[in-house]
């Protein structure tokens, strides 16, 4: 069974500062793992996901999400935010045999102000 | 715009009532995926349909029901409706059935339903 937790339901930040989401999981076998972002009323997007191969993934809009096995965390960042970023970020896990599915995380409200 | 659809967007209905959320996946997808997104919830994987065929379940209550009909359009039921079921209903399709890192996920709009 795998689960998720996002540390922080909200994360405010100015324009242009550092964009960090956390995100830890738990899996008893190697995951894969997922960030979706969820812009208001709209269903959810791939952000980046992580599947095997280098632990330093980039994904869409300049975020990027490391994998650190050690300390069982794939958090989000991104160097400078922009208003546009603001938005609701899931991460998700899936395992990597079988018709596995993802499990979320609860999400993480990203708010940025001028 | 994901290329699924889902509708109604919203629906407003009574307790005990029971209605019927529509998905057309993306062309040439063949799953289908229903999630359910509540405040207190989250997000949680309902079940699976692949090219007609149930393929997985996750957290669905035997109240709920879903099909994948010939032309993969899906349709989810929910009967006996309780002010717990509100919640905004997602579809998502892709085009294979095995894991999610090989077949990527996209997401309708959501049904947001009401139980009053």
């Known amino acids: 069974a795998q689960s998720v937790t996002q540390l922080g339901s909200h994360v405010s930040v100015s324009e242009g500062a550092l964009v960090l989401l956390r995100c830890n999981y738990s899996?008893?076998?190697?995951?894969?793992l997922f960030w979706y972002v969820q812009y208001p009323n709209q269903g959810l997007q791939l952000l980046l996901k992580?599947?095997?191969?280098?632990?330093l993934v980039k994904g869409i809009n300049g975020f990027e999400a490391e994998f650190k096995k050690s300390e069982t965390s794939f958090h989000l960042t991104k160097p400078s935010a922009h208003m546009s970023d603001a938005a609701e970020y899931f991460c998700a896990v899936s395992a990597f045999t079988g018709y596995s599915t993802l499990t979320f995380g609860k999400g993480t409200m990203l708010l940025v102000s001028p | 715009d994901s290329g699924v659809t889902q509708t109604p967007k919203h629906l407003i209905t009574a307790t005990g009532q029971r209605v019927t959320l529509r998905c057309s996946p993306r062309s040439g997808d063949l799953s289908v995926y229903w999630y359910q997104q509540s405040l207190d919830q989250g997000l949680q994987f309902l079940i699976q349909y692949y090219n007609g065929e149930e393929r997985a379940k996750g957290n669905i209550l035997e109240r709920f029901s879903a099909q994948q009909f010939p032309d993969l359009h899906s349709e989810l039921n929910l009967s006996s409706l309780e002010l717990g079921d509100s919640a905004l209903y997602f579809c998502a399709s892709s085009v294979g059935a095995s894991l999610p890192s090989y077949n990527e996920q996209f997401f309708g709009p959501g049904t947001r339903l009401t139980v009053l």
């Open positions: 992580y599947t095997t191969g280098a632990t």
């Open positions: 899996s008893s076998v190697p995951p894969y």
